[in-house]
């Protein structure tokens, strides 16, 4: 069956960065975009950033735009978020998706697989 498990959370002070990675197994990782999404206390899920399967095309959140960026690693079967210059507001919960489909979407319901999530608690 399909895995994703993402890896590299933490508690952080404001401005700091953390790399989070997930990787995948059970899915024809080359052809799947994916996509990371966050969900806050209280809050519903939020898209954050989405990566082409082939052509390695992003979108991000506004928000996180120039701070954030999504990348992958097809021979490792990991798709990683590199989060800068981090703000309280960026405390969340992180959730990795796979979709079966190879163009970047920004909708969790486009997601096929998820994974289980990291905490992300950035302090002031």
């Known amino acids: 069956q399909v895995q994703l498990v993402e890896s590299g959370g933490g508690l952080v002070q404001a401005g700091a960065s953390l790399r989070l990675a997930c990787v995948a197994s059970?899915?024809?990782?080359?052809?799947?975009?994916m996509g990371w999404f966050r969900q806050a206390a209280g809050k519903e899920r939020e898209f954050v950033a989405s990566?082409?399967?082939?052509?390695?095309?992003?979108t991000y959140l506004s928000s996180v735009k120039g701070r954030f960026t999504i990348s992958r690693d097809n021979a490792k079967k990991t798709v990683y978020l590199q989060t800068n210059s981090l703000k309280t507001e960026d405390t969340a919960v992180y959730y990795c998706?796979?979709?079966?489909?190879?163009?970047?979407?920004?909708?969790?319901?486009?997601?096929?697989?998820w994974g289980q999530g990291t905490q992300v608690t950035v302090s002031s």
């Open positions: 059970g899915l024809t990782f080359s052809t799947a975009a």
């Open positions: 990566i082409s399967a082939t052509d390695n095309m992003t």
């Open positions: 998706a796979a979709r079966n489909q190879a163009w970047l979407r920004s909708y969790a319901s486009d997601y096929d697989y």
